[in-house]
């Protein structure tokens, strides 16, 4: 233990001479080997639960024997320390425990910097790879010192953990309901709200208003300051700025992307500076265009967003969903419905292990448009998409909890009808639920749609 601070070489063996003493805290859930530094103490502590195991009576000759079992370096002086004097009772083991606990991390962060110190010192020069590893062992770094412990993700529990747990929830919901979209139509549809480890999935076809509605979604996570992450894998930054800036300054979005009168603009200009000065206030929430990032790209920039924030919950929305790249090849000889199955069951672990939710936007094809035909106004609900125009649907839904369809008539009328037949069309947006775990499939919410602002708002009556 020669490598650890006094501090936690006296907290290891003050836990050690506790539990040596006073077995009955080697049942506590939050004893475990990991939180011991050395082979020594880990050894020491495999010890302590076989003579427990076992029932053999905790005395300095039996724990000596059993720690030779488990150790061809067994040291009689390291179980003399254990076994010492006792020192009084405790009647907990907490802040023992929370100095381990942080040691621990102060360990994992001081390991990640030593290996950016390592690359940096190894490499001839810095290219783009080199420089992201080594940006990646320092958010390691920073997200170790900021980890929840406590909170970590516990693969198999007793009926005493699942309980704990679960009631912890049921006290929760004394307050109502936990979670929300804070956005009309998605509040409307699925009942449970964007609840940690769940995924769902927004799919239509190309002009369908799927991207504006994971814009507006976005802005009102930003608006209420839900922690939010935006991925636009398929806009450009740029671009989705415009429209993010369309939606928020109610302008239309070709006065900001080609401007004509340059004394308007100016002034426009002048209301997109005051906006962005706004926005720079929310600390809780990140951006990418990353078009080649892959799912644990993604679990690297969420974990580094939870450390940042020091809270686990986030939603994450993914446009488009699709163009990750382990959706974008197949492995190991799999077809590529059986690479997306392998792809989003390991999403689904992203999202369960980091208690997030993450939204992902598909598209679909347009099924058999050239074919159907399209005479009048009635003609256009022939168009409204179906859960089978999905390619590979069973592959991405299966782990999503609620799929969500967008149709708009106005788009198809454009397409198919004459001017004077659509001219008078309100442009509404139906988001309908083709798949939900707990809710009713089938559910219509509709909105009006204005393209102009890339807005969604509710109909007023």
Not at 56 to 77: C, G, H, N, W
Not at 173 to 190: S, T
Not at 394 to 420: D, G, H, I, Q, S
């Amino acid at each position: 233990m020669s490598n650890q601070s006094s501090v936690d070489n006296f907290s290891e063996k003050r836990l050690l001479q506790t539990l040596f003493y006073q077995p009955e805290f080697l049942d506590d859930k939050d004893v475990n080997e990991d939180i011991f530094s050395s082979l020594a103490t880990r050894n020491i502590y495999k010890s302590l639960i076989a003579l427990k195991d076992n029932a053999i009576p905790f005395t300095r000759d039996a724990l000596l024997q059993e720690y030779a079992k488990v150790d061809l370096d067994a040291s009689q002086a390291v179980v003399d320390v254990i076994t010492e004097k006792q020192h009084e009772p405790l009647e907990t083991i907490k802040d023992i425990i929370e100095q381990l606990n942080d040691a621990k991390k102060r360990r994992s962060a001081a390991a990640h910097l030593k290996a950016a110190i390592k690359k940096i010192e190894d490499v001839s020069h810095l290219n783009e790879n080199n420089v992201e590893t080594i940006s990646k062992h320092i958010s390691d770094a920073e997200a170790s010192l900021k980890s929840d412990d406590s909170s970590s993700f516990k693969k198999v529990m007793n009926f005493e953990e699942w309980s704990e747990q679960y009631n912890k929830e049921l006290n929760l919901r004394k307050m109502g309901k936990q979670f929300y979209f804070y956005n009309f139509m998605f509040d409307e549809l699925i009942p449970d709200g964007p609840r940690p480890g769940e995924i769902g999935i927004i799919a239509s076809s190309p002009g369908s208003g799927k991207s504006t509605l994971a814009l507006n979604l976005v802005n009102s996570l930003i608006e209420v300051q839900v922690p939010s992450m935006y991925f636009s894998l398929e806009m450009s930054s740029i671009a989705t700025m415009d429209r993010l800036l369309s939606k928020r300054l109610e302008v239309e979005y070709s006065s900001i992307i080609n401007p004509s009168d340059q004394g308007h603009f100016e002034d426009l200009c002048s209301r997109i500076n005051m906006e962005q000065k706004m926005l720079l206030e929310n600390k809780k929430f990140r951006f990418s265009e990353d078009a080649s990032m892959s799912i644990a790209d993604l679990k690297s920039h969420i974990q580094k967003f939870q450390a940042d924030l020091g809270q686990k919950y986030c939603i994450v929305v993914l446009d488009l969903l699709s163009m990750i790249t382990d959706f974008t090849r197949t492995s190991g000889g799999a077809n590529f419905a059986q690479g997306i199955e392998i792809g989003m069951n390991e999403l689904s672990s992203v999202a369960k292990e980091l208690g997030v939710h993450i939204i992902g936007v598909l598209q679909v094809n347009r099924g058999n448009e050239s074919e159907t035909k399209c005479y009048d106004v009635q003609d256009l609900a022939k168009f409204r998409p179906t859960r089978a125009q999905i390619k590979n649907a069973n592959a991405w839904v299966e782990r999503a909890r609620y799929v969500v369809m967008t149709f708009r008539e106005k788009m198809y009328a454009e397409l198919f009808l004459e001017p004077e037949q659509h001219d008078t069309m309100l442009d509404i947006i139906e988001c309908q639920v083709v798949k939900i775990n707990n809710g009713k499939i089938g559910k219509i919410s509709k909105g009006l749609f204005n393209s102009d602002f890339f807005s969604i708002d509710p109909i007023v009556i």
